[in-house]
């Protein structure tokens, strides 16, 4: 597959090294992604929906966006969603510098927000699950807006995918652009046609080499891994501790559970246990 190179549209094959993509690997095997549930499991989901898992374990970097809390949506939904995680490893943020600079290279600035810088970063499995002793696909996203401001960029890892733009509310019709996002290949979309006025979707992955990626994970077998880079503005992450009670409350299973491999997420539970009360409560908006 080619390169596509357009003002605020790119597609890069092989932008990975394949030292650099060894490296990621190792690092990856460290992970213990979680499998969150889309809604708090401590009250009824909202009317008309209903609880389900993800279709997929995920894992965050810079920021956890956990599901029950809702997504970082600016201007409707900014504060107490964007919770403090752990800093790219080394490895990640080498690349995360290279792919910023093609950016203020290349982009138009108007697409670039004044303090754009990618600080987040949602790692995507995709595989198949286990279910009743079958194994079910669910590699796939339905559509959808990053809705983080400024350039989105994202690294792909194993089998390729079937990426589309499709117009909102059309999703039956042609999609305004299909991109097989391939092994070690980078993508980065900017400004509102791409960014707000299309919807996007991981239409299906293919599965011709039997791949099972790092790290291991019960009940699921990874064959595509997908780094999606974003911007949160840093006044919006919040540390864990500092998130209101009933927040808290709805994801310090999460946080528990990672603690178990992360020094960071130990860290930020010890630091809610440490925190006297009063200080426990928001901070102001
Ligand atoms: O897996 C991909 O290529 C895209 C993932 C995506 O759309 C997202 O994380 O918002």
């Known amino acids: 597959m080619s390169a596509v190179r357009e003002s605020c549209y790119v597609y890069e094959p092989a932008f990975l090294s394949e030292a650099t993509t060894r490296e990621i690997g190792d690092w990856l095997a460290t992970l213990r992604p979680l499998w969150e549930q889309r809604y708090s499991t401590r009250r009824p989901p909202p009317p008309g929906k209903q609880q389900k898992s993800l279709l997929r374990p995920v894992y965050w970097l810079g920021n956890w966006q956990f599901a029950c809390l809702g997504y970082y949506e600016p201007p409707r939904r900014t504060l107490h969603v964007a919770v403090a995680a752990e800093p790219f490893p080394p490895v ?37 699950r286990e279910e009743g002793g079958r194994m079910i696909d669910v590699a796939r996203v339905g559509e959808h807006r990053d809705f983080e401001p400024g350039p989105v960029a994202s690294l792909s890892l194993g089998e390729r995918a079937r990426f589309q733009f499709v117009r909102r509310g059309q999703r039956e019709a042609p999609p305004v652009r299909t991109q097989w996002l391939e092994d070690r290949s980078l993508q980065i979309f900017a400004g509102s046609r791409w960014k707000d006025d299309l919807l996007h979707r991981v239409q299906r992955v ?25 911007y949160v503005p840093d006044e919006h992450v919040v540390p864990f501790a500092e998130l209101p009670a009933a927040a808290r409350d709805d994801v310090r299973e999460y946080v528990a559970t990672l603690a178990q491999s992360s020094e960071f997420f130990a860290a930020a539970l010890a630091a809610e246990r440490a925190a006297p009360p009063a200080e426990k409560i928001t901070r102001a908006p």
């Open 92 to 128: 990640l943020a080498r690349v995360v510098a290279e792919i910023e600079k093609q950016v203020r290279a290349g982009f138009p600035p108007a697409a670039v927000p004044r303090r754009w810088h990618l600080n987040t970063c949602l790692v995507n499995f995709y595989g198949e």
């Open 206 to 230: 293919d599965d011709k080499l039997r791949l099972d990626l790092p790290p291991r994970i019960e009940g699921f077998r990874t064959r595509r891994v997908n780094f999606t880079f974003r």
